[in-house]
């Protein structure tokens, strides 16, 4: 295991009917004027916003609203959402929604205390400064409830860029599992995708010795795969869709992912998809996540074949591990599928003809290396090889 700190302060309420506590969380955590931030209309046709104004109003706190985010949220609204605290002397930013909502308050909680570009952050600095943000989540997935990071696409060219830093943690999140249980099924499953992403990208490490963030990870897995059909059957299955919230968040606040090195090549590979055809990010990574391991399989066979006997419950074979590893991630495949996910790149609205300018954006988009580099190191012509597979 590696040296590593790790520090996660968001304060989390978890259960039935916790939004009507949100504006007493503001309060405790500074809040007197909010940004009231959502996206594209589900929170209003549920009736959560009416409550969560009526908890605003009912503790004195004052608030402005911006909806209208998007899934992959744009770079466009994150300005507007500036100017607008800067204009209202918002001191705190509320997002009610999903991880596209909490992404987009988040990046306009740092723009609005900061002098430059909010884009500077999404080109690698360091988030330190930001208003507090507090959460409501409304789907199990992306994880940003309890992470350090924001992914944000630039509307000029159309493409994603992740920023992170401490300042990024929500002071609180509400975690009503009910909430989740107006989602449409294809949304569920692309979140139980995104949040296995994010145990895998994980699981796939350099390091030696990590026995204790494996188990964990293994566990969520299997959890993930246990209650993500149950949920998919009965989407009025709260516990169920309980156990898959506080996995979503237990995937993504890295408390699985200390003390060694992560993979990240599906979500890189992955984000340029959702980014130039606006596909969901799960369904994006269900069809990227088996193809990358399966490119990237013979860096460390082992490993694969670890995650197929432990998770997926595959026999080892001594005399060729590799069979092993290829039969996990077919049952990964097969999972996905059962779901409801994309199978390929055509089901995802992908173009074979974008895949040189799609590996050149992951290549050389980011930092200016031409490689991704995580659990095995790729090339651009290795990204393309995979947009193929
Ligand atoms: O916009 P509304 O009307 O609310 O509808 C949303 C949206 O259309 C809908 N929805 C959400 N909760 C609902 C609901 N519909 C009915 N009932 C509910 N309870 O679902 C759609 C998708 O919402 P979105 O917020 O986009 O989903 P998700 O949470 O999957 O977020 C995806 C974004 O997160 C980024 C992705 O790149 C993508 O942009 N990620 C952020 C990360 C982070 N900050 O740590 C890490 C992730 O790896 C990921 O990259
Ligand atoms: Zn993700």
């Given at each position: ?67 209208g985010v998007k899934p992959n949220p744009r770079s466009g609204l994150v300005y507007e959402g500036i100017d ?16 596209s909502?909490?992404d987009s308050?988040?990046a306009i909680?740092?723009g ?5 570009d909010f884009w500077?952050?999404y080109e ?26 924001s992914v944000i696409t630039k509307e000029e060219g159309m493409f994603k860029r992740?920023a ?107 984000h340029e998809?959702s980014a130039l055809y606006d ?82 954006t992951?290549?050389?988009g ?24």
């Open positions: 295991m590696e040296n590593f700190t790790f520090y996660a302060p968001t304060y989390f309420a978890f259960g039935k009917d916790t939004e009507n506590d949100t504006g007493k969380y503001v309060k405790r955590f500074g809040g007197s004027r909010v940004l009231l931030h959502y996206g594209g209309g589900s929170v209003i046709r549920s009736g959560l916003l009416d409550r969560v104004k009526k908890s605003l109003d009912g503790e004195g706190v004052s608030y402005v609203e911006l909806g607008l605290c800067r204009k209202e002397k918002v001191d705190f930013v509320l997002a009610v929604g999903g991880g909502t909490i308050a988040k909680a740092a609005a205390v900061y002098d430059g500077d952050y690698g600095k360091l988030v330190e400064e930001a208003l507090p943000i507090g959460t409501v989540i409304t789907i199990s997935a992306a994880g940003s409830e309890g992470s350090p990071d992740g992170t830093g401490e300042a990024f943690r929500p002071k609180f999140t509400i975690m009503n599992p009910a909430l989740t249980q107006t989602l449409p099924a294809y949304q569920t499953a692309c979140g139980i995708t995104d949040i296995m992403a994010h145990l895998y990208e994980r699981y796939l490490t350099n390091t030696e010795e990590v026995e204790v963030t494996d188990r964990m990870i293994e566990g969520l897995l299997l959890t993930m795969i246990h209650e993500g059909p149950r949920v998919i059957a009965d989407p009025d299955n709260y516990q169920a869709r309980a156990n898959i919230m506080w996995a979503g968040m237990m995937a993504h606040n890295n408390s699985c992912g200390v003390g060694r090195t992560q993979d990240w090549t599906s979500h890189n590979i992955e998809l596909c969901a990010h799960g369904a994006g990574l269900a069809v990227v996540m088996p193809a990358v391991f399966t490119y990237t399989l013979e860096h460390n066979v082992m490993r694969f074949a670890q995650a197929a006997v432990r998770v997926w419950g595959c026999q080892m074979d001594f005399a060729d591990p590799k069979r092993t590893a290829l039969e996990g991630i077919e049952a990964l495949r097969n999972f996905l599928i059962s779901i409801g996910m994309p199978k390929n790149f055509a089901e995802l609205g992908a173009k074979e003809e974008d895949i040189e300018k799609l590996a050149h992951c290549c050389y980011d930092v200016n290396t031409g490689t991704v580099e995580g659990f095995a190191t790729l090339d651009q012509k290795d990204v393309e090889n995979i947009y193929k597979l």
